[in-house]
């Protein structure tokens, strides 16, 4: 089975969505850093901004069976991945502007689907300027990939 393509620029939109993967974790590594330095620091912006950066950082939870490095390893491999995924998804499947800009919207409901469980499905405990970060760090891959698609519409 072949998958569908779009040029070459396939790897592009893989490796930009991969590398943004990797950010999550890299912020949570600052975060460890400053709590360590300033055990108050804990909480706020930053650590919501990870919690919506890196979705796959619940799977940490096994460190109590495989260990805390094992556990960051499979995490942060897990994010990557999806990471990874999500960027084939959005280059193959957003054929056009309008599908991007439909991709970015669903994603976006997603998002927030994601902030509001991690709120409690409460608006009262949603971290609204880590969410419009998220947003605009999300939209940014979007808009790369927009950047080499065509405004017209291919017909079959």
């Given at each position: 089975?072949?998958?569908?393509?779009r040029?070459?620029?396939?790897?592009?939109?893989a490796v930009?969505?991969?590398?943004?993967?990797?950010?999550?974790?890299?912020?949570e590594?600052?975060?460890m850093?400053l709590?360590?330095?300033?055990?108050?620091?804990?909480?706020g912006?930053?650590?919501?901004?990870?919690?919506?950066?890196?979705p796959t950082?619940?799977?940490g939870?096994?460190?109590?069976?495989?260990?805390?490095?094992?556990?960051?390893?499979?995490?942060t491999?897990?994010?990557?991945?999806?990471?990874?995924?999500?960027?084939?998804i959005?280059?193959?499947i957003?054929?056009?502007k309008?599908?991007h800009?439909?991709?970015l919207?669903?994603?976006?409901?997603a998002?927030a689907?994601?902030?509001?469980?991690?709120?409690?499905?409460t608006?009262?405990y949603v971290?609204?300027?880590?969410?419009?970060?998220?947003l605009?760090?999300?939209?940014?891959f979007?808009?790369?990939?927009?950047i080499?698609?065509?405004?017209t519409?291919?017909?079959?």
């Open positions: 089975m072949r998958l569908p393509t040029g070459k620029g396939w790897w592009t939109a930009t969505f991969t590398v943004g993967g990797v950010v999550g974790p890299l912020l590594l600052l975060d850093a709590r360590r330095a300033d055990p108050s620091h804990a909480g912006f930053l650590s919501e901004l990870i919690f919506l950066l890196w950082q619940v799977l939870l096994m460190e109590t069976s495989l260990g805390s490095a094992t556990a960051g390893v499979v995490a491999a897990s994010n990557i991945t999806l990471f990874w995924a999500l960027g084939l959005v280059h193959f957003a054929r056009n309008a599908a800009g439909a991709a919207i669903v994603f976006a409901c998002l689907s994601w902030e509001l469980w991690g709120a409690g499905w608006l009262e971290h609204w300027p880590a969410m419009a970060v998220a605009v760090f999300y939209g940014g979007f808009c790369s990939e927009v080499r698609v065509p405004w519409v291919h017909r079959a």
